[in-house]
Every structure is written in structure tokens, then in C-alpha cells.
């Protein structure tokens, strides 16, 4: 999950708070639920176990695999029958529900980290407090997987529909959401889901239905380049570039919804007395709105396709013409899921049973893909306290019942989700 | 010598030639000048010998210290009494004339090359070519200033002005040209110099007469910087950077004299989802007319000065402001020198007695430093052919005809500069 939800929480203006689903006050009395709690309680050993071997398998943007088959032989070994890798690396596993007619709700911790190939990531222990790059996001949500599913097998919950359990690849920046794109795009159950749940990072009672969206290009201006004294007076790239980012800050925005855009990065040119055969910026567009983020890209291509028109029409091209390449770094789609019932409205219950301060929060997630497919799509932590995450100081602590408590929210929630409406 | 000269003699429109001065009519019909020739012949395989070991002695920017103690060793072994090495590290020598009263004659080479600390400096040799990084730019002047010394003496040619030798160090960019502000500055006989000659580089009868000045900034724009989404509203210093860079491209220029501006390397920012807190452009101004570099230079910083306390009343500067810093990369005098008559008319009429193609072209050497200060200066060739300057590939023929008319050309300019008038 981005470090940034943390800020956009405080941002985010509280909605009313949805009404209490009634599902959700039913799977809590039931007494399967509450004896599904207590084996959460006797499995926690296991469960903190299974964090320290998945964080010390290292998984890094693109070098998911060894955790990826640590987590298929960790499913087998929790029950699931049929484990699969699929054509991306995601790890997934089904456990029925008493109709597989319905649509299944799909589960998901991510398998990847920040961290690059080479990071240490021994897990070193204080008390209850455990320390490694990667440990709360996600390695427990990865486990809490885990934890739920032998929860409910044990408790023998049942629910209506199939549950899709899944390790998924790619949630972090680079990775550009491509484990979840893949599974909504190629996994029929995924593509037909009647909900999905990521499980990511630690905590209870925070909610991201919002997905921000985001557009972001590393936007490329060429010219012929030349000597800056004897060649002055051709066409420059650094020019429309420069009116690039002027026109870029002239767009007018909307109060709502929120739409956001930085010319972050700069680069490029040889040396001070060469006119740059290439200069750069690296722009970043996002909002809770797709319509809204193509709408800034798109002004934002005719701003820097005129600037370049004007630059090869005012100085010379007798060397060649400046030109501009849009490169793109990454695309996720935005999204939002109904926060007044529902799938939104059920985690929200369930954290508020449990005595979480609840609330709906707007950041980028694996739940961006499925909430802009129009499935019904949530980011909820797997529990337990933790900090300092995409910095190698990163920790949480497994003090069992804050640990538990977060847990039984997440399962509350999913079991709860599970149930045909 | 800036490896611009090539493309800049090219744009130069020709001026009308000036006429021979008789003081070069008369010191090449001398016995002793005829005499001096010879001895350049003679001398010749000790000339190639120096030019080999002072090319094998390196010497990068600010790492000019070993070639200078070589060069005061091998000004004492070519008849110079009291070579000293002053504050800076230039090598200074002096050949009396008639009348020490009379103001001086400097002529300099430069010791510095523009390769880094650990370039392969071996020089190899094909028949007449040799080839080492900084043979001919500026090995072969240095060498030269030798040769010019020790014939003269042989011929017992007898100037009416001292003549100042000077191997100086910093020609080349990062330099700066400090080897000749420092001279003139501190060394009384420059301060009140006659003239300056530059022996740097191959070939004769390009006279540099015009000194491009410059000034080179590395431009930085700071401001808070945060996350792109969540901080979003907040000043971003690509915005300031970004209106300088339209604005110094809207400066009107005369078409005389020339004037140069380039936006030519940009940099900064964290990642693309952070708005920068530091980005910075290098731009270079360039004239022959120092008046001209610096009301650019004015408008200039009035632009991004305004464009900084515009992003400041635009957006929000609750976690900061953005501000502009300009730090100098570098700053060289422009200056001209009279090509109507005097030391232009030497130079010009010496290379055209000995048939060479005679023109006056604009660069900026370490001449730019005397003709900012009023003193007639020009940059001149060491004879012989050669090219690749600046590069690893960089070559010199020392085929003894071509080499030795070229020299020539050099000590019939000295010598009648040498002449009282």
C-alpha cells in the first residue's frame, strides 16, 4: 500500500457513517464466527511464524517468484486444495462456498515489496515487536490470508460463495497494479467477482474506497542540439518543455473531485554551452476520477504538441525540428466503491463492532483495478499495529490481542461478504 | 583553445584585410630573422622531443602543477634566467630587450588540458603523426614558445620590449581563464603590457580577434516539496524554472553584435510522485560585447525573480516558499581587439607573407582577459596541422616543412610586436 495513506486519511473529510448491515451483526453471533475467533487466538503462533518466512523470502518489484512458491506450498499446507500460479505470478486458491454458481468474492494480500533485490530482510525481534523491510506490508496480510482460511476450516464456517484467495504480484509503484490487471483481465471467477478484499498493511478501521487514479509520463523533448554559440538560433527542446509545465499549471481544476498534477522530475542537455539534443520532466496526474485525470492528460498533450509547433515555427530547424514523446511510467485506473451499503458499508460495521474508529479513506490499491471494472472493491489491514512502512525500519508488533482483534475484523468482513445477498 | 574555432571561422564573415605593417616587411628581410628560421629547422627534433614530454607530463584542470615544473625546468635548459612560478601556478619567464621601460610583450601558452586526472597520456607516433590527448591543444604552443626563445637567441635577435614567456595555466572551461586574470591582475608587466600573444593550438593564419565572453550559471529553484497528490496546491519550483526558461527565450537581441543564450542542462526532483523541492537549469550568455552579456544577464534574473514571487502568490506557501539561487559556473570577459591596424595587422600580414589563408575570427580564449582590459591581444596558431582537439583521438603532424613555416609565421609576429613603434 502507498505510504501515503496516512495523510490522505487526515485529509479526507468523514462521510456519515453507514448503517450497521445486518449480516454483519449475524456472522458475529454466530457461534462459528466466535469459535473461528478463538482459533485465530491458538493459531497466532503459527501465524507470526508464517510473517518472519514469508518477510525472509525477498520479493522485490519483479522478483516475486520465491515468494510466490513459499506461498503456494504455505496454502497447500493451510488446506487449500488446487493451488495455482498463473501466467503473471499471482498464487491463487478457491475455497468453495455451498454454491459455486455465484459470483466468488476474491481475497488479496500482495506478494511484492518496495525494497530492492539485495535488501537484508532478517527479521530481528524485541519483544512482541518485529523488525524487517516488508513485514507489515504485506507480509501479514499475506498470512492473515492464511490465519482466515484455516479460521474458518476449523470453525467449518461456510459460506455462499467461493472465496478466491490470492498472492498477487505487483501492487508497489513500478509494479503499476499489474497482478491485480492481469487477474481481472484473465481469471473468468476474478472478471465476474462479486467483490474483492485486499488485505494490506497493519491496522483496523481505515477503509480506502476511493482509488485514486493516476496518469504518469516521462515526457521526452528531442531537437537537433548544438553548439550554444555558433549554433544559437535553432530550435531549443528545453523551450517547450519549459512552456510544457507553465501550460500544465494554467489548467483549471475542479473543487471536486479531486484532481492533482506535479511536474516532479527534470533532466537532461550535456553541457552548459550545448543547446540539449534532450531534455525531460516527469509529470504525475491522479484523481479519484478517470474522466478527470484523462481530461488533464489531455490537455496536457495539446499544451506540449503546441509548445513544440511554436518552438519549430519560431527558431530554426535548418538541423532538425524539436519533437516530444509522452513515455509512460505508469497508469492506474481510478475508482470508488458505494460507501452508504454494501461492501463499504460491511467492513466499516465490522470494524465498529470490534471498537475501531472507522472511516473511509481515498489512496491507490490493488482495489483501484476491480473498483474501475465496477465490481465492488475495498483495501482493509490485516490488523495489529505497525510503522515506518517502504523504509527498511519497518516493523509491527504481535502483541496477541490488538493482533487478534484486527484480525477478527478482517475475517468478520469477509465472511460477511461472502454471504449471497 | 575551445574546440569551437572550426565552426566559427566558418560563420565570421570576412573583414576587409588589413595592410601589411611595415615592421613585418622589414623584420623578415633581417639576416637575423633568416637566421632564426633556419635555426627552427635545425632545432626541430628537440622541438617534437619537448612537445612529447610535456605531452606525457599531464596536466588536467586545476592539476596543472607537474607540467608547470617541467616547463620552468626546460624554460632554464632553453637559456631563461629567473623563471619563477607565481601565485597561481603560471610559469613565467622573461627575455629582456633594448628598453626595459618600455611596456612588454606577453606571449603565452596554456599548460592545462580539458582531459581528467588519469587520461592515458601517451603520446604515439606514425611516421610525422603523433597522437596523445593535449598534444596540439596546447603541447605544441608550449613547445613552441621554447623553440621561438632559443632561435631568437642563436640569431641574436634583439627586440626593443621585453618579452614576458608564460606557460599559464586554467585556458580550458572549468579554468575559467584564471592562469591570465591572475596575471593580469598581479603581475605589474602584464597590467602594463604593450601586447598578449597566444601561441594555442595547430595551424596559422586564423587570428583571433574577437574574445566571446560568457556567463555560465547553474540556476537552482528550492522550495518545500511533498507528496504529489496529498500536498498538492503548494509552490513547486519547476513552475519558476520552467517561466524562466520562456522568458530568457523571449529576450530581444541585436543582430550586431552577436548575442548568444542557451537553456542547456536541466536537473532535479525526487520521483515522479513528489513535488521537486529542487530543481536547476544551466544556461550560457555569450557576446563579444561584455555590455551585451550582462544586460541579458540583468533581464535575466529580473525574470526569474518575478517568476519566483508570482509562484509565491499563486499557490500555497504554507510549508515554504520558493526561492532562486544563481551560482556561477563561470564568467569570461568579452573583448575585441582592432584588426584595422597594430597587432591584428602583425599577425594578419606575418601569415600572409607565408601564404597562409589570413582571417580574424571570434572565440573565447585566454586573450578575452588583455582585450577586456584595453590591451590589444590575439590568439594565434602554433603551425603544423593537426585536429581531434578535446577528444582521446587528438593529433599533430610534425612534418618538418609544414611545422616549420608555421612557427615562422609565429616569431615574425613576436618579434614585430616586439618593436617599439
Redesign the interface.
Given at each position: 500500500m502507498s505510504i501515503?495513506i496516512a495523510?490522505?486519511a487526515a485529509?479526507t473529510p468523514l462521510p456519515a457513517a453507514p448503517p450497521m448491515p445486518p449480516i454483519v451483526s449475524k456472522t458475529l453471533a454466530t457461534t462459528r464466527f466466535k469459535a473461528a475467533e478463538t482459533i485465530l487466538r491458538n493459531d497466532h503462533e503459527r501465524f507470526v511464524a508464517e510473517i518472519v518466512e514469508i518477510t525472509q523470502t525477498a520479493s522485490w518489484p519483479f522478483g516475486e517468484s520465491n515468494r510466490a512458491r513459499l506461498y503456494a506450498d504455505l496454502m497447500g499446507r493451510s488446506g487449500f486444495k488446487n493451488v495455482t500460479i498463473d501466467g503473471i505470478g499471482n498464487v491463487v486458491g478457491v475455497r468453495p462456498g455451498r454454491n459455486p454458481k455465484l459470483p466468488a468474492l476474491v481475497v488479496a494480500a500482495h506478494l511484492d515489496t518496495v525494497f530492492p533485490q539485495g535488501t537484508d530482510v532478517t527479521v530481528r525481534r524485541e519483544g512482541t515487536r518485529l523488525m524487517a523491510p516488508g513485514i507489515g506490508d504485506d507480509s501479514r496480510g499475506l498470512a492473515a490470508l492464511l490465519a482466515f482460511s484455516r479460521a474458518m476450516d476449523a470453525a467449518q464456517v461456510e459460506t455462499d460463495r467461493d472465496i478466491l484467495f490470492v498472492g498477487n504480484v505487483g501492487e508497489e509503484?513500478p509494479g503499476d497494479l499489474r497482478g491485480t490487471r492481469y487477474l481481472f483481465q484473465n481469471n473468468a471467477r476474478a472478471r465476474t467477482a462479486a467483490a474483492f478484499i485486499s488485505i494490506d498493511s497493519t491496522g483496523a478501521g481505515k477503509i480506502v474506497t476511493k482509488g485514486?487514479g493516476?496518469n504518469?509520463y516521462?515526457i521526452v523533448f528531442s531537437g537537433p542540439g548544438g553548439?550554444?554559440?555558433?549554433?544559437?538560433g535553432i530550435v531549443?527542446p528545453?523551450?517547450p518543455?519549459?512552456?510544457?509545465?507553465?501550460g500544465l499549471?494554467d489548467i483549471q481544476l475542479p473543487s471536486a473531485p479531486?484532481v492533482?498534477?506535479?511536474?516532479?522530475?527534470?533532466?537532461?542537455?550535456?553541457?552548459?554551452?550545448?543547446?540539449?539534443p534532450q531534455?525531460f520532466?516527469?509529470?504525475?496526474m491522479?484523481s479519484t476520477s478517470t474522466a478527470e485525470v484523462e481530461r488533464v492528460d489531455r490537455e496536457l498533450r495539446a499544451i506540449a504538441q503546441h509548445a513544440v509547433e511554436e518552438e519549430n515555427a519560431t527558431r530554426s530547424t535548418e538541423r532538425g525540428k524539436v519533437s516530444v514523446d509522452f513515455q509512460i511510467?505508469?497508469k492506474r485506473p481510478a475508482g470508488q466503491t458505494d460507501e452508504s451499503g454494501g461492501l463499504a458499508a460491511i467492513a466499516f460495521g465490522a470494524a465498529t463492532a470490534f471498537g475501531y474508529d472507522s472511516h473511509f479513506i481515498a489512496v491507490s490499491t490493488d482495489a483501484n483495478v476491480p473498483m474501475s471494472l465496477g465490481i465492488p472493491a475495498i483495501t482493509i489491514g490485516s490488523g495489529g499495529i505497525g510503522g515506518a512502512e517502504h523504509s527498511p525500519d519497518e516493523w509491527i508488533d504481535v502483541e496477541m490481542s490488538e493482533s487478534v482483534k484486527g484480525l477478527s475484523v478482517g475475517l468478520a468482513t469477509i465472511i460477511s461478504s461472502a454471504a449471497a445477498r
Open positions: 501515503a495523510f490522505l485529509a509503484g485514486v493516476s504518469r516521462h553548439h550554444s554559440y555558433d549554433k544559437f531549443n528545453m523551450v518543455l519549459a512552456k510544457t509545465v507553465v499549471y479531486k492533482t498534477y506535479s511536474a516532479s522530475v527534470a533532466g537532461g542537455g550535456t553541457s552548459v554551452n550545448t543547446i540539449p531534455v520532466v516527469d509529470v504525475d491522479r511510467i505508469g
